[in-house]
């Protein structure tokens, strides 16, 4: 399976057009382990550049959470080295948790088929990101609308890759798994980050007038 920027793009259209066509084409390509962890790793670094670059040209505003009619909690925005971070984590620690519980659930992928269709659905997903910060440097106006597609994009994928590396052929069965695997990462990794201290603090702060965030 070769990996550049052109083989990149044609995998990102396949995915969206025929994501189990992708993944099937990606599980026959048998990668090893070590080749899907690189890839995850890569994506990591492609996106913290890209964050870093769309922070410097227009500025990364801190998240604001209403709580009431007047307040709000304000977060303050993750850097491009965290997201980076929060990316290559989040990828591998996801890749585990899919093929631990899908395994639970009769799957029958190895570590090795998981770790490749996720690690190639991370850098399609990667490359929709980068574009949505592209649209928003350019053309802000469609950025949320391309910000949808990616997020259909990778759940679709996600749910295809589930089903081609376990080899369920049942889409229900393989939403099941991605659904289960999500929500045990997200209290693990809140568990670990507020175990060592690397939670999120919010601040209260007065919303604007009219509630505009």
Same mark, same amino acid.
């Given at each position: ?25 990606? *599980? ?52 491009? %080295? ?16 899919? %093929?631990?519980?899908? *395994? ?24 929709? %990101? ?37 080899? %369920? ?45």
């Amino acid at each position: 399976m070769e990996l550049s920027f052109a083989s990149l793009m044609e995998w990102t259209k396949l995915t969206v057009r025929n994501p189990r066509l992708a993944f099937e084409l990606v *599980k026959s390509a048998k990668l090893p382990l070590e080749v899907s962890i690189l890839m995850i790793v890569l994506a990591g670094v492609v996106s913290a550049v890209a964050a870093g670059a769309h922070y410097i040209l227009i500025g990364s505003p801190d998240i604001i959470l209403p709580i009431s009619e007047t307040q709000g909690l304000q977060l303050e925005r993750a850097g491009p %080295f965290a997201q980076g971070a929060i990316a290559v984590v989040t990828g591998i620690c996801g890749s585990l948790a899919l %093929f631990w519980v899908g *395994k639970r659930m009769g799957g029958q992928g190895d570590l090795a088929d998981i770790f490749s269709v996720t690690a190639v659905l991370q850098m399609v997903v990667t490359v929709l %990101f980068v574009g949505v910060y592209l649209m928003d440097i350019v053309l802000p106006i469609f950025a949320f609308g391309l910000l949808l597609v990616a997020f259909y994009v990778s759940l679709r994928g996600l749910g295809h890759a589930v089903n081609v590396g376990h080899e %369920f052929n049942s889409l229900g069965r393989s939403a099941l798994v991605a659904v289960l695997a999500t929500v045990g990462l997200f209290f693990v990794l809140v568990f670990v980050a507020t175990a060592l201290g690397l939670a999120p603090e919010g601040t209260i702060v007065p919303l604007p007038i009219g509630n505009e965030l």
